[in-house]
């Protein structure tokens, strides 16, 4: 990818979009977010269950402490899909949408 600065001067940036990448390098790049889904899945497990336990303590019922561990579970997932999904639709709209020298 190149980047034209203000000046007029083109810049290779090392950058690659996802339009000129492999079917590999596409695979490849979705298993990684695949795989910090699921460490940040476990990550959040431990921290979820202490907060259920201690507010199902407190308040000595399982209902909102479900709800509260449940949300901490899978936001931390969810923002990893929306940055991932953002992340390609950026590079989309780069190569296939955006005029050229704008």
């Given at each position: 990818?190149?980047?034209?600065?203000?000046?007029g001067?083109?810049?290779?940036?090392?950058?690659?979009?996802?339009?000129?990448?492999?079917?590999?390098?596409?695979?490849?790049?979705?298993?990684?977010?695949?795989?910090?889904?699921?460490?940040?899945?476990?990550?959040?497990?431990?921290?979820?269950?202490?907060?259920?336990?201690?507010?199902?303590?407190?308040?000595?019922?399982?209902e909102?402490?479900?709800?509260?561990a449940?949300?901490?579970?899978?936001?931390?997932?969810?923002?990893?899909?929306?940055?991932?999904?953002?992340?390609?639709?950026?590079?989309?709209?780069?190569?296939?949408?955006?005029?050229?020298?704008?």
């Amino acid at each position: 990818m190149r980047y034209e600065c203000a000046c007029g001067e083109n810049w290779l940036t090392g950058a690659v979009e996802w339009d000129h990448m492999s079917e590999r390098g596409k695979s490849d790049y979705a298993r990684g977010v695949n795989l910090f889904v699921g460490a940040a899945f476990l990550a959040f497990l431990p921290i979820a269950a202490f907060i259920f336990l201690m507010l199902w303590v407190l308040l000595g019922t399982w209902e909102l402490p479900a709800k509260v561990a449940a949300v901490l579970i899978v936001a931390p997932a969810l923002l990893v899909a929306a940055f991932y999904l953002l992340n390609v639709g950026a590079s989309l709209w780069r190569t296939r949408f955006r005029r050229s020298g704008t």
